[in-house]
Protein backbone atom coordinates (compact mmCIF):
# COMPACT_ATOMS: atom_id res chain seq x y z
CA UNK A 1 0.00 0.00 0.00
CA UNK A 2 1.54 3.16 -1.14
CA UNK A 3 0.15 6.76 0.19
CA UNK A 4 1.59 9.83 -1.41
CA UNK A 5 1.62 12.81 -0.19
CA UNK A 6 3.04 16.75 -0.66
CA UNK A 7 1.79 17.48 -4.02
CA UNK A 8 -0.11 21.36 -4.64
CA UNK A 9 0.50 24.49 -6.90
CA UNK A 10 4.01 25.23 -7.36
CA UNK A 11 5.42 28.28 -9.07
CA UNK A 12 8.17 27.80 -12.14
CA UNK A 13 11.12 27.70 -10.83
CA UNK A 14 10.29 26.31 -7.23
CA UNK A 15 10.94 23.59 -5.78
CA UNK A 16 9.18 20.39 -4.44
CA UNK A 17 9.32 17.10 -2.19
CA UNK A 18 6.89 14.29 -2.99
CA UNK A 19 7.06 11.41 -0.63
CA UNK A 20 5.46 8.12 -0.66
CA UNK A 21 4.86 5.81 2.44
CA UNK A 22 5.25 2.06 2.21
CA UNK A 23 3.40 0.38 4.25
CA UNK A 24 4.07 -3.10 3.24
CA UNK A 25 6.43 -5.65 4.12
CA UNK A 26 8.58 -5.26 1.23
CA UNK A 27 10.26 -1.71 1.91
CA UNK A 28 13.58 -2.83 2.46
CA UNK A 29 13.17 -4.95 -0.97
CA UNK A 30 11.31 -3.41 -3.65
CA UNK A 31 12.56 -0.78 -6.07
CA UNK A 32 10.47 2.58 -5.59
CA UNK A 33 10.00 5.11 -7.48
CA UNK A 34 7.79 7.63 -9.33
CA UNK A 35 5.68 8.12 -12.69
CA UNK A 36 3.57 10.75 -13.64
CA UNK A 37 1.01 11.51 -16.22
CA UNK A 38 -0.12 15.28 -17.61
CA UNK A 39 -3.49 15.80 -19.30
CA UNK A 40 -4.09 13.59 -22.37
CA UNK A 41 -0.87 12.02 -22.06
CA UNK A 42 0.31 8.53 -21.04
CA UNK A 43 1.69 7.67 -17.77
CA UNK A 44 5.57 8.23 -17.68
CA UNK A 45 8.78 7.32 -15.50
CA UNK A 46 10.05 9.99 -13.48
CA UNK A 47 12.34 8.16 -11.42
CA UNK A 48 13.65 5.21 -9.34
CA UNK A 49 15.52 3.89 -6.72
CA UNK A 50 17.12 0.28 -6.13
CA UNK A 51 15.68 -1.87 -3.02
CA UNK A 52 19.28 -1.11 -1.24
CA UNK A 53 19.26 2.42 -2.25
CA UNK A 54 22.66 1.70 -4.32
CA UNK A 55 21.50 2.84 -7.81
CA UNK A 56 19.01 5.27 -9.23
CA UNK A 57 17.67 6.00 -12.57
CA UNK A 58 15.89 8.95 -14.04
CA UNK A 59 13.71 10.32 -17.38
CA UNK A 60 15.71 12.54 -19.05
CA UNK A 61 13.33 15.13 -18.71
CA UNK A 62 13.83 15.02 -14.76
CA UNK A 63 17.65 14.40 -14.70
CA UNK A 64 19.63 16.82 -12.91
CA UNK A 65 16.54 18.15 -11.17
CA UNK A 66 15.25 15.25 -9.49
CA UNK A 67 16.25 12.74 -7.93
CA UNK A 68 14.64 9.87 -5.53
CA UNK A 69 15.86 9.15 -2.53
CA UNK A 70 14.39 6.81 0.48
CA UNK A 71 14.21 6.57 4.28
CA UNK A 72 14.50 2.93 5.35
CA UNK A 73 13.32 4.27 8.95
CA UNK A 74 10.53 5.59 7.51
CA UNK A 75 9.37 3.64 5.35
CA UNK A 76 9.32 6.52 2.71
CA UNK A 77 10.83 7.24 -0.71
CA UNK A 78 10.81 10.44 -2.07
CA UNK A 79 10.70 12.41 -4.77
CA UNK A 80 12.42 15.77 -4.96
CA UNK A 81 12.86 18.29 -7.45
CA UNK A 82 14.11 21.74 -8.35
CA UNK A 83 14.01 24.20 -11.59
CA UNK A 84 10.19 23.23 -11.67
CA UNK A 85 8.60 23.83 -15.33
CA UNK A 86 4.85 24.49 -16.24
CA UNK A 87 5.64 20.58 -18.18
CA UNK A 88 5.91 18.89 -14.78
CA UNK A 89 2.50 19.91 -14.12
CA UNK A 90 1.13 15.95 -13.64
CA UNK A 91 -0.64 13.56 -11.33
CA UNK A 92 2.39 11.72 -9.54
CA UNK A 93 2.30 8.35 -8.80
CA UNK A 94 4.57 6.26 -6.34
CA UNK A 95 5.37 2.89 -7.72
CA UNK A 96 6.82 -0.47 -5.73
CA UNK A 97 8.29 -3.23 -7.84
CA UNK A 98 9.24 -6.79 -6.42
CA UNK A 99 12.06 -7.59 -8.19
CA UNK A 100 14.09 -4.23 -6.14
CA UNK A 101 15.67 -3.64 -9.82
CA UNK A 102 15.30 -0.03 -11.37
CA UNK A 103 15.21 -1.31 -14.85
CA UNK A 104 12.65 -4.10 -14.04
CA UNK A 105 10.20 -0.94 -12.36
CA UNK A 106 10.21 0.79 -15.87
CA UNK A 107 8.55 -2.07 -17.40
CA UNK A 108 6.21 -3.86 -14.62
CA UNK A 109 5.02 -1.94 -11.43
CA UNK A 110 3.79 -4.19 -8.91
CA UNK A 111 1.63 -1.13 -6.87
CA UNK A 112 0.21 2.40 -7.42
CA UNK A 113 -0.06 4.62 -4.92
CA UNK A 114 -3.48 6.27 -5.61
CA UNK A 115 -1.66 9.81 -7.19
CA UNK A 116 -1.42 13.20 -6.35
CA UNK A 117 -1.74 16.64 -8.26
CA UNK A 118 1.36 18.84 -8.94
CA UNK A 119 0.49 21.75 -10.66
CA UNK A 120 3.66 24.16 -11.71
CA UNK A 121 2.11 27.92 -12.52
CA UNK A 122 4.22 30.52 -14.69
Not at 57 to 63: K, R
Not at 72 to 81: A, P
Not at 93 to 122: E, F, H, K, M, N
Amino acid sequence: HLVESGGGLVQAGDSLRLSCVHSGSTFNTDALGWFRQAPGKEREFVGAISWNGLSTLYADSVQGRCTVSKDNSKNTVYLDCNSLKSEDTAVYYCAASLSGSIYQLRRVVDGWGSGIQVTVTS
